[in-house]
């Protein structure tokens, strides 16, 4: 944009623009298991559809809504698990529409305009990008301190049962072989104590 790039420099720029303008697309429909991540809460559909002229994205359309969806990680405490499309392409500049006008005023010549406003606005995109790459690793440190709480309570669990249900193989034997013959003891001095004949129980 400085200039000095003749015209089919600025298309070749142009196509890749373009290229890039279908892979922010093509992220925007992400889904995973199935479900459309930049959604809302309307996630079978495509979070985004597409006008397209001569097989090129001229415009991007927003299907999904502004829900948020928040699950319960601990007793008392939920984190969101996703973020909607305006959030993450349009919120502060719409990231769809200054990719188009950048490949749109390079194929057209217009370069005062590509380094006059584009580019301060390609700035902006970052930035709102990279924040919301912040939420998400903040998201991401805060399940993985939960988890890594919940292994180390599960290893602490296991200890506790393992003390109090483990025994001592050799000794159990020797405990149930004392009981088994105590209670035989107890049996053959009942019965001889107790031995009774039929002419004693007529008497």
Sequence with gaps: ANGTSSQAQLDALALEIDSLIESVFNASNTRTNGRSIFAGTRTLDDAYTATRVGGEITAVTYNGNDEIVSIEIEEGSQVDVNIPGPQA???????????????????????????????????????????????????????????????????????????????????????????QNAYESALNAAGRVLQASLLDFIR
């Design 89 to 179: 392409f349009q919120d502060t500049i719409d990231i769809f529409t200054t990719l188009i006008g950048i490949r749109d005023d390079l194929r057209a010549g217009n370069q005062t305009n590509v380094q006059n406003v584009q580019l301060g606005q390609i700035q902006s995109a970052l930035e709102q990008t990279l924040y919301g790459l912040a939420r998400i690793g903040a998201t991401q440190n805060r399940l993985e301190l939960v988890n890594n709480g919940l292994l180390d309570g599960n290893v602490r669990l296991r200890k506790l049962i393992s003390e109090k249900t483990e025994a001592d193989y050799a000794d159990t034997v020797l405990q149930l072989n004392i009981a």
